[in-house]
């Protein structure tokens, strides 16, 4: 089965993400980032793609994949927004859909991608229906795997007792 590896760069500085990269063998970076800006330089989209072709990473915004419905949960809870994603994700022939369909191209062809956007939680992250809808392109399935796990930490483990 086929690979596709998902991130959010805010889980740590741009080297952690390139060495990230680097450990699971990624050979391209699909930022679906709706804008490829952040106040953080190092994630705007020069030095985004200048750091990840210095690294042998190729780099790709693909801002037909964004979320296009900003995360406010007064104006639109979460559940109906991974709805709307799903039905504008899934329409036939639409640019949401033809940049999916791209990308499971590349996918099948041996590029080894990362689905990249700035939220840390990888579930409240609109590259959770990005994956998803990209999965449902291939036959035999295809895993999708965080970049990177964080440490669990012992307090948490142990239940926050003690100290
Ligand atoms: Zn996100």
Not at 53 to 70: E, H, I
Not at 115 to 136: D, G, P, T, W, Y
Request: proline share 5%.
């Amino acid at each position: 089965m086929l690979t596709v590896w998902q991130y959010g760069y805010q889980q740590g500085n741009r080297d952690q993400m390139l060495e990230r990269c680097a450990a699971a063998g990624v050979t391209d970076v699909w930022d679906v980032r709706f804008s490829p800006w952040s106040p953080n330089p190092d994630f705007c989209l020069h030095r985004m793609k200048v750091a990840c072709t210095n690294a042998r990473v190729g780099y790709y915004s693909v801002t037909d994949l964004g979320n296009p419905y900003p995360r406010d949960e007064d104006a639109m809870p979460w559940s109906e927004t991974v709805e709307a994603l799903r039905v504008l994700y899934g329409k036939a022939a639409s640019k949401e859909s033809r940049a999916l369909a791209t990308l499971a191209r590349a996918i099948t062809d041996g590029r080894r991608v990362c689905v990249l956007c700035a939220c840390k939680s990888q579930i409240q992250c609109h590259r959770f229906v990005v994956c998803e809808m990209l999965a449902r392109l291939f036959a035999d399935g295809l895993a999708v795997e965080p970049l990177y796990v964080p440490a669990v930490k012992q307090r948490e483990l142990f239940g926050g007792c003690g100290t």
